[in-house]
């Protein structure tokens, strides 16, 4: 379903058979941007989880993040040539940043144990004594969709999200309608595709508690 189509679907719901009003069609292409943007930031889904391998420098504690991180699943090093199953860094807080950063701001080692994020950076602690692979497995930002593509565009949120963004632009313009009942049931709506969505992501992620029983 391309964010077009999506579109589309919306002034059906609330407009059958009708034109949105002149002022709408701007607002609706807004809105659904907004909805896109709210589920990619308040849901994970396999489709946003990535892998993503960093190299570290000497001496050097920081290391920059992928400029679509969301969130981090697990960090890990590379050791001896292997790239998978080595022993993750523990995240640590803000306290505990302040707390090593004062005990061990002149150690290094070859494979730090612990580390932090910190906006747009990765810090290593101890600071990493060589240049090693550093292995990142996190969720992400989608790119953008541009105004210019809107019509045309389609990507996994729309694919497999598309009605739920559907319910939540329509539940918000009946609310500016007065017509709370309406917005109310596709607020539910919106909240039953999530639901949805959410048990096909751990169906795909093969998580147990989601697998089917045999018939």
Known sequence: MTYGEIYDEICFMCWPGDEPPENIPGFIRRRILSARRMINRNYNFWFTLKTEAL???????????????????????????????????????????????????DMSTEYPDAMRIDGSNLYLYPK???????????????????????????????????????????????????????????????????EGAMQEDKVRRSIPEARAPYL
């Not at 679509?68 to 090093?77: A, G, L």
């Not at 313009?173 to 539910?188: D, F, G, H, P, V």
């Open 128 to 194: 990493p004594s060589h240049i090693r692979t550093l292995n990142l497995l996190y969720w992400s930002f989608l790119p953008t969709v541009e105004v210019v593509d809107f019509d045309t565009t389609e990507d996994s949120i729309s694919i497999y999200c598309g009605q739920a963004i559907i319910y939540h632009v329509a539940a918000d313009i009946k609310l500016q309608e007065n017509e709370w009942q309406t917005a109310q049931s596709y607020r539910q709506r919106f909240e039953e595709e999530i």
């Open 55 to 105: 190299l570290t420098e000497a001496e050097v504690q920081t290391v920059a993040l992928p400029d679509d991180y969301k969130e981090i699943e697990k960090v890990y090093f590379t050791i001896e040539g292997q790239n998978y199953g080595g022993p993750v860094l523990r995240q640590i807080d803000l306290v505990d940043h302040i707390d090593l950063g004062l005990q061990k701001v």
